[in-house]
């Protein structure tokens, strides 16, 4: 991978798909700056605060935020200074309003995305892998407990925190997930699909296929 060129990239995906993990190792390998919104509502609600628990309300029901909040939190984060050396987007947009918000943002700050990237796989598979998934609360990164544990029991190999489940990872919060996915996200394919810049991965297959083939997607494309 190489660092020398500055890369907008768009991240979709049903819960569990793994665009989490995709899009942060992406930005790792590029130099990236990674803005997952799932996370950067976790910081807020830990931080605690005014807006604290009544987001958490909505993430531990598996709802959306509303999005006056999300919208304030991703403009702030797409003009720092960080965003400017390029970045994964995560987890936004959610829904064809932000979508539409978000590509108001870009067309104004002159920008477009490189490559956007639908990942997807079967959703029986996907369920089971949600329910075996640990975070790490501190540094965000993604483990498996079936295909890629942290070495160590529980303990995060990258920077040592105590892990535990996310609590909207349990089989009822990601049912509900999943339906509002249904309802609200799965458009927002659509309106990127026409894009010369989509293109679809497949994360079904063994870990770190998916990624080669988006590597191969930016190589070629020079
Ligand atoms: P994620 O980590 O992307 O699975 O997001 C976890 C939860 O954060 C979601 O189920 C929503 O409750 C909330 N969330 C994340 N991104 C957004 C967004 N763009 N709009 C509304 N809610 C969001």
């Not at 070495?151 to 925190?161: E, L, R, S, Y």
């Given at each position: ?20 993990t995709y899009s942060m190792r992406l930005a790792e390998g590029f130099g990236l700056k990674h803005i997952a919104t799932g ?65 108001d943002m870009m067309r104004s700050i002159g920008w477009e995305f490189d490559y956007i990237f639908n990942v997807w796989a ?101």
């Amino acid at each position: 991978m190489s660092a020398e060129r500055t890369y907008r990239m768009l991240f979709l995906g049903s819960p569990g798909t793994g665009k989490g993990t995709y899009s942060m190792r992406l930005a790792e390998g590029f130099g990236l700056k990674h803005i997952a919104t799932g996370d950067i509502l976790r910081e807020t609600v830990k931080k605690g605060g005014e807006t604290a628990d009544q987001i958490r309300k909505f993430i531990d029901k598996g709802e959306l935020v509303p999005d006056e909040i999300i919208v304030q939190i991703i403009k702030g984060t797409l003009l720092s200074d960080e965003a400017k050396r390029g970045f994964t987007l995560d987890g936004f947009p959610r829904n064809i309003n932000q979508a539409r918000i978000l590509d108001d943002m870009m067309r104004s700050i002159g920008w477009e995305f490189d490559y956007i990237f639908n990942v997807w796989a079967e959703k029986k598979n996907i369920v089971d892998r949600i329910v075996n998934r640990l975070q790490c609360a501190n540094c965000n990164t993604v483990y498996n407990l079936v295909d890629n544990p942290p070495k160590n029991d529980t303990i995060c190999d990258v920077c040592g925190n105590h892990m535990r489940h996310r609590p909207d990872d349990d089989r009822k919060t990601v049912l509900r997930r999943f339906e509002v996915y249904e309802m609200d996200t799965a458009p927002v394919v659509e309106h990127y699909r026409d894009r010369s810049t989509f293109y679809e991965i497949y994360t079904g297959g063994p870990v770190g296929l998916a990624e080669k083939d988006m590597l191969k997607i930016i190589r070629e494309d020079g």
